[in-house]
């Protein structure tokens, strides 16, 4: 069985290379391939030498325009890549029987404050939720086809966490608006549960995991859980939202997972225990 990473250029993809520790048996695709890449371009499926994928390989899907903002305001885009070129892609690597992990979003199941499993109906928030949703349609049913809905995922490398981090570092006051909430996952918690997908594919009969945290928690919250575990002299301020910033992703989503606990061996990282992690090397 081999690996096929596709989109390994984003914030997951390169985690994920990280975590694996022998590279032999893993291929890696993007439209700007480096060293040791393969170029592979949504937009461009007949560039694509699809003889590389077998029967029982193992495909991360993570490639996509995942911007609310550009699939909003370039939706023809962001469709030609995150629904036509995406089909096309995960329908030729199904028909060559390979195992598609396909990398999809909590605001598929639009606002909401009261938590959402597996099972719940889908009602997607947004242009990019919506493609999503497409997606995953197309496919249901399919014994090789698997969805992972992700939350807000956190690492200290996170574009939030760096900026928490950078400003304290500089003695700035941190802007932080506190209308967005989400089962934050820990970012180990994610390689974890892609690398037992890997070989307890066939083991679940559900199609979809919610990647979600135990806790359901605001910008504000997450600053402070910073403040008091990493540093007691950073210092935040409380700010308005960017004023369209709604209008293409949900205020809160309230998740949880029927199966993580079952596909990990274990409960999902707190969030105090993955900031103690990241920071203050506790594991």
Not at 23 to 37: A, D, H, I, R, V
Not at 177 to 187: A, G, K, L, P, Q
Not at 206 to 230: I, M
Request: with cysteine; glycine share 6%.
């Amino acid at each position: 069985m081999k690996w096929h990473i596709i989109g390994s250029d984003g914030y997951i993809g390169g985690k994920l290379l990280e975590s694996i520790p022998c590279k032999e048996g893993c291929l890696c695709y993007s439209p700007t391939p480096q060293c040791g890449e393969h170029y592979l371009n949504l937009l461009e499926p007949a560039k694509f030498c699809f003889e590389r994928i077998s029967e029982s390989d193992y495909v991360v899907f993570l490639a996509a325009v995942s911007s609310p903002d550009i699939c909003r305001n370039q939706p023809e885009f962001a469709r030609s890549v995150n629904v036509d070129g995406t089909l096309c892609f995960i329908d030729r690597f199904i028909e060559r029987k390979a195992n598609v992990l396909f990398f999809s979003s909590d605001t598929v199941y639009g606002e909401s404050n009261q938590s959402k499993d597996e099972n719940s109906i889908s009602i997607p928030f947004g242009e990019y939720a919506k493609m999503k949703g497409e997606v995953e349609k197309a496919f249901w049913g399919s014994p090789h086809f698997k969805v992972f809905r992700l939350s807000y995922i956190f690492s200290k490398d996170d574009k939030f966490s760096r900026y928490l981090y950078e400003c304290d570092e500089s003695g700035i006051t941190a802007d932080v608006f506190d209308s967005m909430s989400r089962n934050v996952i820990y970012m180990h918690d994610v390689l974890d549960a892609i690398h037992a997908l890997s070989t307890k594919f066939r083991q679940f009969d559900n199609a979809v995991f919610n990647l979600s945290g135990p806790e359901l928690l605001s910008r504000k919250q997450l600053a402070e859980y910073y403040r008091k575990l990493v540093s007691q002299s950073f210092v935040y301020r409380i700010v308005g939202s960017p004023a369209d910033f709604f209008n293409s992703r949900p205020r809160i989503i309230a998740t949880h997972s029927l199966f993580l606990e079952k596909l990990l061996g274990r409960p999902a990282t707190s969030i105090s225990q993955a900031m103690a992690r990241e920071y203050l090397d506790i594991n």
